[in-house]
């Protein structure tokens, strides 16, 4: 791979960096300076790679690899899943991506860097962006009490959404307590009209 370190701790915050709305509108030019930052080259194969992973973040989509390559076909159709997957893997590096770990699933990607939390459905797979700006200061307070140098956090929120506890009825409502004997079922907030 090229270049060798990566400044990680200048992810995209709230001070200076556009918000996930204007990093749709047209990446390259961002996904251009970073490269450059890094001593790297502006390739085709990265720029419609990035392209495609914006396009699934505009629809609050997270893409596994395999995802991205078959909307890469008739792009980039001499692109292996391995350069595709090469390509995500530089995108997380470089802070323009977020790597999501499901469970029991393959690897997905998320086109929004931006602090937030993700809220997967372990029924039908549905995972959901939920922007939660007390995340940044549970990173200082990480921060401040280890020393570490924070380049990365994932914080996925397992359960079933609503459409999947419909489909179960009653049975969803009694199981909200994540498997822990004893602990009580999770209400479920009222419906308002």
Do not use: I, N, W
């Not at 001070?15 to 709305?21: I, K, L, R, S």
């Not at 792009?75 to 390509?87: D, E, H, I, M, Y």
């Not at 956090?153 to 307590?177: E, I, M, N, W, Y």
């Amino acid at each position: 791979m090229e270049g060798t370190s990566r400044a990680s701790q200048d992810r995209p915050g709230p001070v200076g960096d556009p918000t996930p709305e204007q990093s749709l509108a047209d990446p390259a030019p961002r996904l251009a300076r970073r490269l450059r930052d890094e001593g790297l080259r502006l390739t085709p194969q990265r720029l419609a790679v990035y392209r495609c992973l914006q396009e699934f973040a505009a629809r609050h989509h997270h893409p596994t690899v395999e995802e991205v390559h078959q909307a890469l076909a008739g792009v980039l159709p001499l692109a292996s899943a391995a350069t595709v997957r090469r390509t995500l893997d530089l995108l997380v590096e470089l802070g323009l991506a977020r790597r999501v770990t499901l469970p029991g699933e393959a690897e997905h990607f998320d086109g929004d860097p931006h602090l937030h939390v993700h809220v997967h459905c372990r029924q039908c797979g549905r995972v959901e962006d939920l922007p939660f700006p007390q995340l940044e200061r549970l990173e200082e307070e990480v921060v401040s009490r280890t020393g570490f140098v924070v380049t990365g956090q994932s914080l996925v929120f397992t359960g079933l959404c609503p459409d999947c506890q419909r489909a179960k009825g009653d049975l969803a409502r009694t199981a909200g307590h994540l498997g822990r004997p004893g602990a009580p079922a999770r209400r479920k907030p009222p419906e308002t009209a």
